[in-house]
């Protein structure tokens, strides 16, 4: 299962290296990731493959938040199909 | 890959627009539970309900969690209980919605729906005694959620049934008068009940569906509304083809979400219902869609045309997005669960006539509007008769959800709480319809049903 992580905020030093240090801690495998900072908005968006992740979606998902109210960012984790269903005829 | 675009969309539908699954609804057929013995029909009826359903809220929670996609209730629908209890003869239906009300709180369900008779075209064994039974029903209950289908396009509309509802809805209400009436926001009178409507109160579980399914029911007035608050200058063909637009991605979240539902809990998917389902959140409005249309205040001039294309959009760009769409599908237009109604209903731009009118174009009928308590129960008959008989000439369901307020005159408000609302007390016409609805015996079915 593929899943998507986003993370959207005022740009700081580290944002990137925070997200991917969680994924790794959990053994999900970072697919692609793309971003890009509109005025200071920091907007990035991974694919990760989460199908050997040690623990569970809900656990990945609280700990993303936990780091994301730390740093005072928006996280979201997603399931890829969502965004397949809804913009793929 | 996947679209930045397209990602960050769906996050501002999620996060900002309140774009959600309204209910997973499973539908169980309760016909094999049939028998003389109301004890023991009671028991096999909760066991049923618990083998199907006792994953239901745990699989809904776990769906959320995955997909990161709100799915506010989780509810079970039944097989008329009018059905069921027929063959109990003597026995107090009563006994049928505690067991409801148990199976519902032991599933940890929001609602369970279908404590119901179909008597459009006459009373069979066991129905009037369960429509007697459901103002007690209602009140001693908090999740069951019951409804009565008093015609149709086919057999045109049961006047006795009529008249006896107006009285039902009224007791409903005065049994519940010190929990603001909650009874009868639970009761539902319809005409061309769908069998697989996912929304309560009204969802039941028709005795054509299969043994076990699970009905889909999306929401997000709020979406729609901001895709076309980034187009104000557009035509109004335009504006249907942003709501097809929007509809259509709307709806195959709720396609994801029902087909994964049934997958996990080895249970045939049913249909999404492709609804627009307001609530008072700000943001949240199917009044609000109609005012970013172009109206001043929801109920003037224009508001039938505008919700009539709404509507039609809505199911088009639905029906492209999903293999199988059912229940009702459309724009709801209940007045205390949407706050662009509330405040239109309270400057006294929306009133119950515009309202009926607004019914022959909407997805469902007059749902969620307070009366003032003293509406004689007749009045109450004749709204519904009205109603019916909107339905019962356009092929379409509609339904009446009155809720006299005990006690309180017009001007007042009634609150709810909740997803149910709270709303302003409307104007009800003086004029007595007694001599009419005392009349009795059956409206005959008029010629739209005579198609084959």
């Known amino acids: 299962m593929k899943t998507v992580i986003t993370a959207v905020g005022k740009d700081n030093v580290g944002i990137l290296a925070k997200v991917s240090a969680i994924c790794a801690d959990v053994s999900a495998n970072v697919i692609d990731v793309s971003q890009t900072v509109m005025q200071d ?25 936990e780091m994301a109210k730390e740093n005072n960012l928006q996280v979201h984790v997603m399931h890829e199909d969502l965004f397949n269903s809804m913009h793929r005829i | 890959m996947l679209n930045t675009q397209d990602i960050l969309e769906t996050i501002k539908m999620i996060q900002d627009e309140n774009l959600d699954i309204r209910t997973i609804t499973m539908g169980i057929s309760l016909l094999d539970c049939i028998d003389p013995d109301i004890d023991v029909a009671c028991e096999k009826v909760y066991q049923k309900i618990m083998s199907k359903a006792k994953n239901l809220v745990k699989v809904g929670e776990d769906i959320e969690r995955e997909y990161g996609i709100p799915i506010i209730n989780k509810r079970i629908s039944v097989t008329p209980i009018a059905i ?16 409801l009300e148990r199976a519902a709180t032991d599933c940890g369900v929001n609602f369970i729906g279908g404590y119901s008779a179909l008597v459009q075209k ?57 929990r603001n009436c909650i009874g009868a926001a639970k009761l539902v009178v319809f005409c061309n009940a769908p069998d697989d409507n996912p929304f309560m109160a009204g969802a039941f579980h028709g005795v054509g569906e299969p043994d076990c399914i699970i009905n889909v029911g999306v929401s997000g007035p709020g979406v729609v509304r901001a895709a076309l608050a980034k187009a104000p200058d557009a035509n109004i063909s335009e504006v249907a ?16 979400v029902g087909t994964e539902a049934g997958k996990r809990l080895g249970v045939p998917f049913g249909i999404v219902d492709l609804s627009l389902a307001p609530t008072p959140a700000v943001g949240d409005s199917v009044a609000h869609i109609l005012e970013e249309i172009g109206l001043e205040k929801c109920g003037t001039h224009g508001t039938t045309a505008t919700l009539a294309m709404l509507n039609d959009a809505v199911k088009k760009g639905g029906v492209m997005a999903s293999s199988r769409v059912g229940g009702l599908s459309g724009a709801f237009i209940p007045v205390t669960e949407d706050a662009g109604m509330i405040d239109a209903a309270r400057c006294g731009s929306l009133c119950l006539e515009k309202l ?57 408000e009634l609150d709810f709480g909740g997803l149910l609302g709270y709303g302003p007390i409307m104007k009800v016409n003086k004029n007595s319809s007694a001599k009419f609805i005392n009349r009795g015996g059956q409206i005959p079915a008029p010629m739209q049903s005579l198609k084959n």
Do not use: Y
């Open chain 2, 241 to 256: 083809d942003i709501i097809k637009k929007t509809a259509f991605k709307i709806t195959r979240m709720g396609q994801l």
């Open chain 2, 122 to 178: 006459g009373f069979s064994a066991g129905d009037e005694e369960l429509i007697r039974s459901i103002p007690r029903a209602l009140s001693v209950t908090e999740h069951v959620c019951s409804s009565v289908n008093i015609g149709s396009t086919k057999t045109g509309i049961n006047l006795d049934a009529c008249k006896l509802m107006g009285q039902i809805v009224k007791e409903a209400s005065e049994l519940t008068a010190d």
């Open chain 2, 356 to 412: 009926e009118a607004m019914t022959a174009v909407c997805s469902v009928g007059l749902d969620m509007i307070v009366v003032p308590g003293d509406t004689p129960a007749e009045t109450i008959s004749a709204i519904i008769a009205d109603e019916a008989a909107i339905g019962m000439v356009n092929f379409k369901t509609t339904a009446v959800r009155l809720i006299p307020a005990v006690g309180l005159k017009e001007g007042e």
């Open chain 2, 84 to 99: 069921i209890s027929a063959a109990c003869k003597g026995a107090d239906p009563v006994k049928f919605a505690l067991t």
């Open chain 1, 41 to 65: 908005m920091f907007c990035m968006i991974m694919l990760t493959d989460t199908s050997k992740m040690t623990v569970d979606i809900g656990t990945l998902r609280s700990k993303m938040e």
